[in-house]
């Protein structure tokens, strides 16, 4: 069965330095792959979608990589601020019977310590 | 623009009992899908509905039920509630069945 794994379920850093956060998939070969940010008890809120043929993505202090061959995805959040506290979901989507539905991993809970 | 509005933002319901969600997508938008996400965890697919047919159909019991309005506006049925139903219930509306999604501030259901 398609399994996502987001390589922890926490995150602290310090004000100013890179997030990195790691998105990991088996049994999948999705069309696009998609990073959220969900605050407590509210809805996900889209931040960047990177399809199969893209390398790397990039919108003001968010990078976003793909390797299909790794079968990984790469978030960093540059210069990070408290304010960018939050949990951040991955969501693959638009594979071979997946009727275009978006398969989420559990999600990271990110830090960011002033 | 609005984004994607839910009605009720809060729910209690008791074992049995039916629930209706409500689900209204960003406007120009054909596409709505429901999630549920548990606490601790990501959003589990629950249904997509495109041009108001079923397309996609996650694996939820036959209690769970969904249709969507030629204004593409959607509603989320659950009959006899169980506990383990208690959960944050999100729609997601998109252009089309292939594009990204948007999602709506949720409903918190709440089972006792």
């Known amino acids: 069965s398609q399994k996502i794994e987001q390589n922890s379920e926490a995150l602290n850093i310090q004000e100013g330095k890179t997030a990195t956060l790691t998105c990991n998939y088996t049994?999948?070969?999705?069309?696009?792959l998609q990073w959220y940010r969900q605050d407590p008890g509210r809805g996900p809120v889209f931040l960047l979608l990177?399809?199969?043929?893209?390398k790397e993505k990039r919108k003001e202090r968010l990078k976003v990589t793909f390797d299909t061959t790794l079968k990984q995805s790469l978030f960093h959040i540059t210069a990070s601020q408290p304010a960018d506290s939050a949990t951040y979901l991955c969501?693959?989507?638009?594979?071979?019977?997946?009727?275009?539905?978006?398969?989420f991993g559990k999600g990271t809970l990110l830090t960011v310590n002033p | 623009d609005a984004g994607v509005t839910q009605s009720p933002t809060h729910l209690i319901k008791t074992r049995g009992q039916h629930v209706t969600l409500r689900c209204s997508p960003i406007?120009?938008?054909?596409?709505v899908s429901w999630y549920q996400q548990v606490l601790g965890q990501g959003p589990q697919f629950i249904f997509q509905?495109?041009?108001?047919?079923?397309?996609g159909r996650g694996n939820f019991p036959d209690r769970f039920s969904a249709r969507q309005f030629p204004n593409y506006s959607s509603e989320l049925n659950v009959n006899a509630l169980l506990l383990g139903d208690s959960a944050l219930y999100l729609c997601?509306?998109?252009?089309?069945?292939?594009?990204?999604?948007?999602f709506g501030p949720g409903t918190r259901l709440t089972v006792l």
């Open positions: 997601a509306s998109s252009w089309d069945d292939q594009n990204t999604q948007y």
């Open positions: 049994n999948y070969s999705p069309a696009y």
């Open positions: 990177i399809r199969e043929n893209e």
């Open positions: 969501a693959l989507g638009g594979g071979r019977g997946s009727n275009y539905k978006l398969t």
């Open positions: 406007s120009g938008h054909k596409s």
């Open positions: 509905y495109y041009e108001k047919e079923e397309r």
